[in-house]
């Protein structure tokens, strides 16, 4: 049982990254997915949210307008496609699953699976 997120990498600022995050072992749609991101020396934060079937998504206001998050549950898979990065966007991105649903604590609740992280570096 795992979930494996891939798709990072080095990209010039003003580039775009397609992150994708892949179940194996159960079912993805059972599960609402996150993605997060932790930068050298800062803490995780919450990028972005999707609810089991894709009705409901969120984003952290630094990304905004910026990434859009996606899910195809017959591929057992969840993207994050990252557009117009920044430097400050630089960090290793992790999904996680959470069989709860959204709510204003979303982020900092225990996930009941983590993906192993990607490393994205936006630098020119």
């Known amino acids: 049982v795992q979930l494996q997120a891939s798709g990072g990498g080095l990209v010039q600022p003003g580039g775009s990254l397609r992150l994708s995050c892949v179940a194996s072992g159960f079912t993805l749609g059972d599960y609402n997915i996150g993605w997060f991101r932790q930068a050298p020396g800062k803490e995780r934060e919450g990028v972005s949210y999707i609810s089991r079937y894709g009705g409901v998504t969120d984003y952290a206001d630094s990304v905004k307008g910026r990434f859009t998050i996606s899910r195809d549950n017959a591929k057992n898979t969840v993207y994050l496609q990252m557009g117009s990065l920044k430097p400050e966007d630089t960090a290793v991105y992790y999904c996680?699953?959470?069989?709860?649903?959204?709510?204003?604590?979303?982020?900092?609740?225990?996930?009941?699976?983590w993906g192993q992280g990607t490393l994205v570096t936006v630098s020119s």
């Open positions: 996680a699953a959470d069989y709860r649903a959204y709510n204003s604590r979303w982020f900092v609740l225990p996930k009941n699976y």
